[in-house]
Each structure stands twice: as structure tokens, then as C-alpha cells.
């Protein structure tokens, strides 16, 4: 059964950077079948997809998100990771990593973390 | 982007009655080559992550049963609720994979009247 484990700081300052990263367990990232998406969901308002990682390190971003945006992908320790940078208020979500995205949906999810951006 | 309009926004159905969510989207997401619409559907509960229903509009994920169905080509998709169980109480969005930005609706919640 796969598994994905966000994890990262709760509460980031505002103009800071957001860091997250999420570790698959059951699966492996390298396989190639899959691509891996971060999704986020302000506190009672619904979804929007960040952007996707392929394995070999091939990326698609919100282009409403793209020029803040880094995801990464560490295949040895079967993780990929957000950074976002010049956060402000609005910010402030459930950050969610999922499997899936590109040509599927996203079968497999985190539990979500929620980060706060606030001074 | 592909905007994903659902209604209603909310909805309250008896035990054991029939739920139907619209979701319709501002460009076509079949995919002429191979015939498939790249629309998923999603039910949230409460305090969890969303959890994939519905793919290619109309095939039931592993483990769904078999009261949830979806319907729809093009533009205009359906997801269908037979018999709402308690446990269906939730919100639900549907999704757009055919192009990115990926979309998601802006959801319905369905409650017991």
C-alpha cells in the first residue's frame, strides 16, 4: 500500500520561504509509472494543484504559482519536496503531496499539513 | 486554464435516495485519439484528504462501490450517488488532467436532509 508523509514547518513568517517535503513509502519514485503533484487547500475553500515531478527530476508548475515555485525530487530517498518563496497571507493552506497528475488522477494522498504564514 | 464549474454548491438528500453533482468545463477534455474524457472525481470527507472516486469519467477506482457512477462526455460530466449512505456525507470536486494547469472544481457538499 502506498503511503505519502508531508512534513515541514507548521508556521513560516511572511516574505519567507515555505519548505515541505513528502516521503512515499510502498511505492518507489523511481519506477517511472507515476508522476508526483503537491495540491493545496486554504482553510475552508477547495483545491488547486501546485505542479508535478517526474522521477527524473521534469517538472510542470501553476504558472498563477511558477515563478515562486522550486519542487524537487530526491530518488535515493524516495522523496520530493516544495519550496515557495515570498509567502504571504494568502498562503496559508492544507499543503497536500498526491500521486498522480499527468494523464491520471490522484489515486494516493498525504494527510496534508496545514502551514500557517503569519509574523 | 480549464475552468471546472460544479452545482449545485450544496445539496441535502434522504438515506438511502439519489445525489447527482454537475460539473461542467469551460473546454472539452476528451481527448479525440483515444476516446477518453480526462475528468476525475473526488469525495472529502471531513478533516481528510480527498479520495479518487471516478477516472476517465466513468471508471470506478479499486475499492469504490458501486453506488458511486459517473457519466459524461466533452463538456458536461455527472457523478451519481445511489443510495446515499451516511458515510457520503462529505464534499465532493471533480478534476480536469487533460491540460495544465490541472483544475479542480469548486466542490459540492452533499449533507443528510
Known amino acids: 500500500q502506498v503511503q505519502l508523509q508531508e512534513s515541514g514547518p507548521g508556521l513560516v513568517k511572511p516574505s519567507q520561504t515555505l519548505s515541505l517535503t513528502c516521503t512515499v513509502s510502498?511505492?518507489?519514485?523511481?519506477?517511472?509509472?507515476?508522476?508526483w503533484s503537491w495540491i493545496r487547500q486554504p482553510p475552508g475553500k477547495g483545491l488547486e494543484w501546485i505542479g508535478y515531478?517526474?522521477?527524473?527530476?521534469?517538472?510542470y508548475y501553476n504558472p498563477s504559482l511558477k515563478s515562486r515555485l522550486i519542487i524537487s525530487v530526491d530518488t535515493s530517498k524516495n522523496q520530493f519536496s516544495l519550496k515557495l518563496s515570498s509567502v504571504t497571507a494568502a498562503d496559508t493552506a492544507v499543503y497536500s503531496c498526491?500521486?498522480?497528475?499527468?494523464?491520471?488522477?490522484?489515486?494516493?494522498w498525504g494527510q496534508g499539513t496545514l502551514v500557517t504564514v503569519s509574523s | 486554464d480549464t475552468v471546472m464549474t460544479q452545482s449545485p454548491d450544496s445539496l441535502a438528500v434522504s438515506l438511502g435516495e439519489r445525489a447527482t453533482i454537475n460539473c461542467k468545463s469551460s473546454?472539452?477534455?476528451?481527448?479525440?485519439?483515444?476516446?477518453?474524457?480526462?475528468l476525475a472525481w473526488y469525495r472529502q470527507k471531513p478533516g481528510q484528504p480527498p479520495q479518487l472516486l471516478i477516472y476517465?469519467?466513468?471508471t470506478r477506482e479499486s475499492g469504490v462501490p458501486d453506488r458511486f457512477s459517473g457519466s459524461g462526455s466533452g463538456t458536461d460530466f455527472t457523478l451519481t450517488i445511489n443510495s446515499l449512505q451516511a458515510e457520503d456525507v462529505a464534499v465532493y470536486y471533480c478534476?480536469?488532467?487533460?491540460?495544465?494547469?490541472?483544475?479542480f472544481g469548486g466542490g459540492t457538499k452533499v449533507e443528510i436532509k
Open positions: 498526491a500521486r498522480g497528475g499527468f494523464n491520471n488522477g490522484f489515486d494516493y
Open positions: 510502498g511505492g518507489s519514485i523511481s519506477s517511472g509509472d507515476h508522476y
Open positions: 515531478i517526474y522521477y527524473s527530476g521534469t517538472t
Open positions: 473546454q472539452s477534455v476528451l481527448y479525440s485519439s483515444n476516446n477518453k474524457n480526462y
Open positions: 476517465w469519467a466513468s
Open positions: 478534476q480536469q488532467y487533460y491540460t495544465t494547469p490541472l483544475t
